[in-house]
């Protein structure tokens, strides 16, 4: 019996219906995640790592609402290659990860250069209280950053910390 639900799950994800579900205007990410599941992670894998970026961000952010193990690993390589936004939405799905995942995706996110990746990561290392794990990286920040919107806020995140 547990044998033929499995199949049953695997026959409902179609990749034209996760790509129609991308292509909205506005998504349910939590949602889209919910009713595609960890079988659809290969296929937004791929996506995350195609030529559309508006389609690529999207599958980065639906991926990061998945709850599976091996979205840790699409997340970090997201975090690592593609586009800000991509860059961005790795950040933003670290939050959803265990606390040692979280980390190893949000310490990439916090070497970016692009001040919106940072942006996001150090909102993600503040809400999910990784400051002392990565106090060095945003100390760094703090004093090296080129964006002083950034350098500000790195500042003020580690008055927090300590």
Request: proline share 3%; net charge positive.
């Amino acid at each position: 019996m547990a044998q033929s639900r499995k199949k049953a799950v695997k026959k409902s994800f179609d990749p034209q219906e996760v790509l129609d579900f991308l292509r909205q205007d506005e998504l349910d990410y939590p949602a889209g995640a919910k009713k595609f599941g960890k079988d659809a992670i290969p296929f937004l894998s791929d996506l995350i790592e195609g030529t559309d970026e508006n389609l690529s961000m999207k599958a980065a952010y639906l991926v990061g609402y998945i709850d599976d193990e091996s979205v840790g690993d699409v997340l970090k390589k997201a975090a690592e290659k593609g586009s800000s936004t991509i860059r961005i939405a790795a950040a933003y799905g670290a939050q959803k990860r265990s606390p040692e995942v979280a980390e190893a995706i949000l310490s990439r996110s916090l070497e970016d250069n692009n001040p919106s990746v940072v942006k996001f990561a150090m909102k993600s290392v503040s809400s999910m209280k990784l400051g002392k794990k990565l106090k060095s990286k945003i100390d760094h920040i703090s004093k090296n950053f080129l964006d002083d919107d950034i350098k500000n806020s790195a500042k003020d995140l580690i008055k927090k910390i300590k």
